[in-house]
Nanobody, 114 residues
Framework: QVQLVESGGGLVQAGGSLRLSCTASRIIFAFDSLGWFRQAPGKQRELVASITYAGTTNYADSVKGRFTISRDNAKSTLYLQMNSLKPEDTAVYYC????????WGQGTQVTVST
């Protein structure tokens, strides 16, 4: 069974930074496009950022200029660098293919305090 393992979340003050990591089996990294999603309490899961195998990135307007997605295909690891965090970024963050084709992992909680 494919397993996605997210890590790196935590509690941070507004304006702070966190770096999330997602490790997965090599077969996952054969997918062209991978993404980071988030789900806040009472809200639907949303795609935050995506990256193709070649490194082309796309971001939701709400995080553009603050978040950076990257991938290390050799290490089968996906990253999300989050800077200038805001309270509205508080959510559980998940990795998956960019269209959420795989079973979801447990995610990693990000909490941004005022």
């Amino acid at each position: 069974q494919v397993q996605l393992v997210e890590s790196g979340g935590g509690l941070v003050q507004a304006g702070g930074s966190l770096r999330l990591s997602c490790t997965a089996s090599r077969i996952i990294f054969a997918f062209d496009s991978l993404g980071w999603f988030r789900q806040a309490p009472g809200k639907q899961r949303e795609l935050v950022a995506s990256i193709t195998y070649a490194g082309t990135t796309n971001y939701a307007d709400s995080v553009k200029g603050r978040f950076t997605i990257s991938r290390d295909n050799a290490k089968s690891t996906l990253y999300l660098q989050m800077n200038s965090l805001k309270p509205e970024d508080t959510a559980v963050y998940y990795c998956n293919t960019a269209i959420g084709q795989l079973s979801w992992g447990q995610g990693t909680q990000v909490t941004v305090s005022t």
